[in-house]
């Protein structure tokens, strides 16, 4: 299988995205992006723009770097001491890897939901509660209460917590958990939220919920999602980009991505070929 | 059957049988282990619970204001520096008129501490009303005295005999003829202690003769080897043997004297043995002592018979004594091998009689400091400075230590130096703890010319002993957190130091308690460094603050542990059992905090 794969690669070299990796007007664009892991560079000039409010899915078999460039786009890549990112990325025109960003605020104004739900041990209510106060974004209890309610209602969460919020937050379900860091996510008003594989751990009928919502967040929010199902991708996103050994092979509209790929390389993957 | 199941088949019960074994291994190893603990435990509970009585003997004490205030102004200077010791001679004087002689009357004093003074001038102090009125006191006992009522100083045996006494005098040697075989119990179990004497005595001599024909032996050789030395002319070796010669034959001498000694004592038992089926039997002086009491006084027994008894008068008869029984006391320890003679016995007993001597808890041990006088020692003063060293140790330790993990497991750019201080903080936890002694003494002492023996000194050479042991645990419970916490507060826009003392940090936390915690019992239990920075020291006052002189308590153990007097002994134990205590409450708290705040995620 392996020699498969190695001689599909050879007989599509990458040159280039296919697609239409650009957009007018995007939120976040992003060029040339290189990342290396000390001498082993994992993203190679990669050319993408996030457009205003779209859900856009990162497709592409492991190991592919499609998490890695997720992570490039609030910076959490910094705190992996060996990681190194080259390029230009732009989030409203702004260059996050420009001396003058702080990544305190780029993660502000750029969230992140994580594979595995990942709340605080701490109750529901501070959960969602710790991003305001971080940042200060509530003058008082009242204000921040009111946020903390939106919050979980725009996550869908509201009426199935009310009664706990002062409940530890590891307590709830799985697809709670994950809707809790949502919640917790959206309570200090991102532009963009990245979600990172946010359904692998969880059941059908959780995963259903959490793309009903990704869904109805698309109407405030920029949304990138990494994801290995297809399905998902093709469920919630208008566009799609595939990723290929550290390469991005072909962007486009998510239909047509997987209707009618234009690689070689897509379509075996979409196909079912390898992954 | 397939050839892999017929494979697996053959293998299986060997390796059941190499399971049991290590079973068996493990499960012996925890069984030799308790039973160790449990030894350990039962030796120092077993000699240090006595320790937590103390004897008192209860005194009219007359608070003489000739004594004390002569003035009258009750000025509590003038007070302050009676002589109280002289009012407890005073009433022990008239509690044994009899008792005459410089020396008799020394011996006499010495039933009571010589620290109990102090006790009378503080009542007096409190309560100056006292004066001009006689109170009984109880008063602490000497320590020999303590020793003697917990049964430490010989075996005791009493006869309560039958028989009507006739005594030939009130003092000096006297005869004491009963109207009845009064004394025949007595001397069945005389003649038993005689055989019992007899036979080691024995054993004794079979050994020192063994040891003699060695030695013996020895000399032969050595002559011959001299000879032979001599005819080749070799002068250091003639040297050498010379000497070892002359080595052998003094110790041939002492020998041979140790069994004179011993055929003498044996001739006496012997002679003693042969009179038990005579009229009367005499005692050797170096026997056991035999003390009669009748009549309110006590007699030591030299010769015995069945219905007659010969002896010498320690305490003085007194006729008119209501006195009517007889009872003969055994010690089986020989007076010249006891601290405590015949006569204060005789006189501890009467008081005994009286019922004012009495065990009750020992406050002392918990109140005072150390002492020479066992009696007046307490571990107040050692837990002061081990209270305040710990203090000292605990308050720079613990930031230190876990702002050093927190740097390195956080912040530090992981590169050469960063591994080297790792690997040497590794290190520092095997360094020897006398070697941070020998550091604290050069650069806390020598150096900035801090003062020895105070606490702030021995809670810096502490810290330095427990900062890898912190740093060490503190970095495990820092790892051990989930890297997911981590990354979702950094995802929120917490900044690093937020994401750390917000989340990672209160989760590290119980797991860096256990540590230090741990790190302060093992600083608790530290000896070694604080004896070179002079913490070793007999202090008797109780410390105040981090700069008086202090000592530890493991280290007043080790300073009791190396006391002559018997009563340090129990007192070495006590002062174990305290120091365990806490180290098992420190423990037991390292546990209760980890499983409190223990979260799970």
């Not at chain 1, 697809?175 to 059908?204: F, H, K, N, W, Y």
């Not at chain 2, 001009?132 to 009522?149: H, K, P, R, S």
Request: hydrophobic fraction near 40%; charge should be negative.
């Amino acid at each position: 299988m392996n020699k498969a794969t190695d001689f599909e690669h050879m007989e599509h070299e990458i040159e280039g995205t296919v697609g239409t990796p650009l957009v007018d007007n995007p939120k976040m664009s992003t060029r040339n992006v290189d990342v290396f892991y000390g001498d082993k560079q994992a993203i190679f000039g990669v050319d993408l723009d996030l457009a205003e409010n779209e859900v856009i899915s990162l497709i592409g078999p492991s190991g592919c770097g499609k998490s890695t460039y997720l992570r490039c786009l609030n910076r959490m890549n910094d705190t992996i001491d060996i990681c190194r990112v080259t390029g230009q990325l732009l989030l409203d025109d702004e260059d996050i890897y420009a001396k003058g960003m702080d990544p305190v605020l780029l993660r502000a104004r750029v969230g992140m939901v994580f594979q595995k739900p990942n709340p605080f041990p701490k109750s529901v209510y501070d959960n969602v509660a710790y991003g305001p106060k971080l940042h200060g974004l509530a003058s008082n209890k009242a204000e921040l209460d009111e946020v903390v309610i939106t919050s979980l209602q725009k996550a869908g969460l509201f009426d199935e917590v009310k009664d706990r919020l002062q409940e530890p937050g590891t307590g709830l379900s799985g697809g709670q958990q994950q809707r809790l860091c949502i919640a917790r996510t959206i309570a200090v008003s991102p532009e963009i939220i990245l979600m990172d594989e946010p359904a692998s751990a969880l059941d059908p009928i959780a995963t259903a919920i959490i793309e009903e919502l990704i869904d109805e967040l698309r109407a405030n929010y920029t949304i990138a999602i990494v994801t290995h199902s297809m399905q998902q991708a093709a469920r919630v996103s208008q566009r799609t980009a595939y990723f290929h050994l550290g390469k991005l092979v072909e962007v486009g509209e998510t239909n047509q991505i997987f209707t009618n790929p234009q690689h070689q390389l897509t379509e075996n993957y979409i196909t079912g070929r390898f992954g | 059957m397939s050839e892999t199941t017929k494979i697996v088949k053959r293998s299986l019960p060997k390796r059941y049988r190499s399971e049991s074994i290590f079973r068996a291994f493990g499960l012996s190893a925890i069984i030799v282990g308790m039973a160790f603990v449990v030894i350990l435990f039962a030796n120092i509970i077993g000699k240090g619970y006595p320790a937590f009585l103390q004897s008192y003997i209860k005194l009219p004490i007359y608070f003489d204001e000739q004594v004390i205030d002569p003035s009258g102004e009750r000025d509590p200077e003038v007070m302050a520096r009676a002589d109280y010791m002289g009012l407890i001679k005073q009433s022990l004087r008239e509690a044994f008129p009899d008792v005459s002689g410089r020396r008799d009357k020394l011996a006499l004093y010495k039933l009571i501490s010589q620290g109990a003074g102090f006790e009378l001038q503080d009542m007096v102090l409190d309560n100056p009303d006292l004066i001009g009125t006689t109170q009984d006191v109880w008063l602490l006992a000497d320590d020999e005295i303590d020793v003697y009522l917990k049964g430490n100083v010989s075996r005791l045996e009493q006869f309560e005999l039958t028989g009507r006494p006739v005594v030939s005098d009130v003092s000096g040697e006297v005869e004491i003829t009963t109207d009845g075989p009064a004394f025949t119990p007595v001397l069945n179990r005389m003649q038993e202690l005689f055989e019992r004497e007899l036979r080691r005595a024995t054993r004794e001599m079979e050994r020192a003769r063994e040891k003699l024909d060695d030695l013996k032996q020895q000399l032969v050789e050595n002559r011959d080897l001299l000879a032979e030395a001599e005819r080749y002319d070799y002068p250091t070796r003639i040297e050498r043997l010379k000497e070892i010669i002359k080595n052998n034959q003094g110790q041939i001498s002492d020998e041979e004297f140790i069994i004179k000694v011993l055929e003498e004592r044996i001739a006496g038992y012997q002679k003693s043995l042969q009179g038990t089926s005579a009229a009367e039997v005499d005692i050797p002086a170096d026997a056991a002592s035999y003390l009669l009491e009748l009549q309110g006084g006590l007699v030591r027994i030299t010769a015995l018979g069945r219905n007659s008894a010969r002896g010498t008068v320690l305490n003085t008869l007194d006729p008119a004594s209501d006195d009517q029984g007889l009872e003969l006391v055994i010690l089986e320890t020989p007076e010249s091998e006891r601290r405590v003679n015949d006569r204060t016995i005789g006189w501890v007993r009467q008081l005994q009689e009286q019922g004012v001597v009495d065990k009750k808890f020992n406050t002392v041990f918990f109140s005072h400091g150390d002492s020479r006088e066992p009696e007046q020692a307490g571990i107040a003063g050692a837990l002061a400075g081990s209270f305040f060293t710990l203090v000292v140790t605990l308050l720079l330790s613990f930031p230190i230590g876990v702002g050093a993990a927190i740097y390195l497991e956080e912040f530090a750019p992981k590169n050469r130096w960063t591994d080297l201080i790792e690997v040497n903080i590794n290190n520092l936890a095997a360094v020897p703890s006398i070697v941070f002694g020998l550091l604290g003494l050069a650069v806390f002492i020598n150096y900035f010319g801090l003062p020895r023996s105070a606490p702030v000194v021995g809670g810096l050479v502490l810290t330095l002993m427990t900062l890898p042991t912190i740093i060490i645990a503190s970095r495990a419970a820092l790892k051990s957190v989930p890297p997911s916490i981590r990354e979702a507060a950094l995802g929120m826009g917490a900044s690093r130091m937020q994401a750390m003392f917000h989340h990672i940090l209160p989760l590290a936390l119980p797991g860096m308690l256990t540590g230090t915690i741990i790190g302060m019992a093992q600083a608790l239990g530290e000896t070694a460094p604080l004896l070179m920075i002079g913490m070793v020291a007999f202090i008797v006052d109780i410390p105040q603050g981090f700069t008086d002189n202090a000592t530890v308590l493991p280290v007043q153990i080790y300073l009791w542990a190396d006391s002559p007097e018997r009563a340090f002994v129990e007192r070495t134990s006590a002062a174990i059992m305290v120091l365990l205590g806490f180290l098992i409450t420190m423990n037991a708290l390292a546990v209760f905090l980890r499983k409190k705040f223990e979260r799970k995620w």
